[in-house]
Structures are given as C-alpha cells and as structure tokens.
C-alpha cells in the first residue's frame, strides 16, 4: 500500500518525528512518500531508513520529495 504524508508545513524536529512515527505502522512492501519543507535535512531521512532497514529514494529533488519502503520485517 502506499502512504503520503506531508510535512511542510512543519519546523524541525517535527518532520522527523512524524515520519518516525509514521514508518512504525508500515508492513512489508508499504512504501511512504514524504514530502520536506526546505528546512529539513534530507540526511536525516536518510539515516533513518538505514537505522529501520527501509528503502530511501529521493524521488524529486527540487520538491523535496522521498519515498520510503519497509523492505524486511
């Protein structure tokens, strides 16, 4: 299934909390689509899905955009 939030409206830490919280409802194949702000650190998103074994794509880079998927239970 697939997912969107949208977190630009939002400052930091915000963004990554939220996403953080998001990824924990994720099941296998789920895939999340994130939306930043410009002042998030795309970095961080990054180090996230390496720390929670998920895919990371940064899908549009002048929109700020990444998709995540859970890869392993």
Do not use: G, W
Not at 4 to 30: G, S
């Amino acid at each position: 299934m697939e997912y969107q939030l949208d977190t630009r409206e939002y400052r930091c830490p915000l963004p990554l909390l939220m996403t953080k919280k998001a990824v924990k409802t994720l099941t296998l194949n789920d895939v999340l689509t994130v939306l930043l702000s410009s002042e998030s650190n795309i970095e961080d998103f990054r180090l996230l899905c390496e720390e929670q074994h998920l895919s990371f794509v940064v899908t549009n880079q002048s929109q700020r955009s990444i998709k995540m998927a859970k890869i392993k239970e």
